[in-house]
């Protein structure tokens, strides 16, 4: 990227501020990853995308409570976003089945299940900070199942173009994914 | 096509960075694709929709009552010049599959920023698990070109509102697919 981007802590102290330019940045920043949160907690989609206005009006109430000396913006708004997907589940609970008393649950532990979902929100993060031309062939490669050689037929450029944007797209991600968030 | 993208093709035996990309990797491969926003996400909610919630109970029966002479209104406006209504579609596209599923697509009239917005009405198409959404796609030349949002579907039809951010003449047909395939269930063509 040509510019350094403002970190999530400093657009969160702006929020605080009700300035409502840096809400949107931090929502365009945060919105797929408070609505993949949601979706693996709550499990339906009409409710996980009313939990994401309330998790960003949780966020906009709430945005002077946010202290930098106590960690990243990012973690800052996981925070807010899953305690407003717990509150959203408290309030109408997901319809449960009960297993068979004999059956052995292979569902991964609370633990397993917050370290990867605290894993994806950082992965979906990290995604939304890459140039468009990076995006492109990781979203190809990664989610849609294109070869390199069906990228660079797919997106009209050499080959050597996709293998070069997949590693420095690899890159950006493991920097991001390192740093702040 | 392959469906985990081959670390070794894209990262260098030799690439000095080759660890920590490989753990990037991994991450992507787990972390799977981040959810598209439906149109109604696509925008920063309004901070006043914070204020509706501790509205006092009367005041919402004067917002309903100020609501039902509003659309009293809006009818007697709409009966008296009804002729130029702006959700009156200025295309509609019809879709089939081989499965004997089909769709439309009613397609509204652009506004200024360029949307096209529309409403999809599919039937046939089976529900899919939890999570799993069908993708609306712009094609040129046969191929996937520009997404027009993802969705989910119920037994029997399911209508939803879709938007298309883009200047249509550069596409040549349309297509839905299961979201992260290519393999269209429905087309124009």
């Known amino acids: ?90 309030r109408r609970p997901a319809p449960t089945v009960a297993d068979p008393p004999e059956a052995v649950s292979t569902s991964p532990t609370p633990d397993e299940e917050a370290e990867a ?33 069906e990228i660079a037929e797919f997106l009209h ?25 | 096509m392959s469906t985990v993208p081959p670390f070794d093709e894209i990262v260098d035996g030799a690439d000095p960075e080759r660890v920590r990309l490989r753990t990037t990797h991994d991450l992507l491969l787990s972390a799977g694709p981040p959810p598209e926003l439906p149109p109604s996400l696509e925008a920063a909610p309004a901070q006043q929709s914070q204020v509706i919630a501790i509205l006092p109970r009367r005041r919402y029966t004067a917002i309903a009552a100020v609501a039902l002479a509003a659309c009293a209104l809006f009818g007697v406006g709409y009966a008296i010049g009804g002729r130029d209504v702006p959700n009156e579609p200025v295309r509609t596209i019809a879709m089939t599959g081989d499965s004997g599923a089909t769709a439309s697509i009613a397609l509204l009239a652009a506004d200024a920023a360029g949307n096209w917005p529309m409403s999809l009405e599919v039937s046939g198409l089976p529900p899919l698990p939890k999570g799993k959404t069908y993708s609306l796609w712009l094609t040129r030349g046969g191929k996937l070109a520009e997404s027009c949002g993802t969705f989910a579907v119920a037994a029997g039809t399911t209508k939803v509102p879709l938007n298309a951010p883009y200047r249509l003449k550069r596409f040549d047909g349309w297509v839905i697919v299961r979201t992260g395939t290519k393999v269209p269930l429905l087309s124009t063509a």
């Open chain 1, 117 to 149: 979902s605290w894993n994806t929100w950082r992965v979906h993060r990290a995604l939304e900070t890459l140039p468009a031309s990076e995006r492109a062939v990781i979203d190809l490669a990664y989610f849609s199942g294109l070869s390199q050689s």
């Open chain 1, 1 to 90: 990227m040509s510019t350094p981007e403002v970190t999530d802590g400093a657009l969160i102290e702006r929020v605080a501020n009700q300035e409502r330019e840096a809400f949107e940045e931090l929502y365009g920043r945060y919105a797929r990853p408070v609505l993949g949160l949601a979706l693996r907690r709550i499990g339906d989609r009409g409710r996980a995308e009313d939990s994401v206005q309330e998790v960003f009006a949780a966020v906009w109430r709430s945005a002077s409570s946010y202290d930098p000396a106590r960690g990243p913006g990012g973690a800052w708004v996981y925070t807010i976003a899953r305690n407003a997907i717990i509150d959203n589940l408290r």
């Open chain 1, 157 to 181: 450029v050499p080959l050597g173009t996709v293998k070069t944007r997949t590693r420095s797209g690899l890159a950006r991600l493991a920097d991001v994914l390192e740093g702040e968030v």
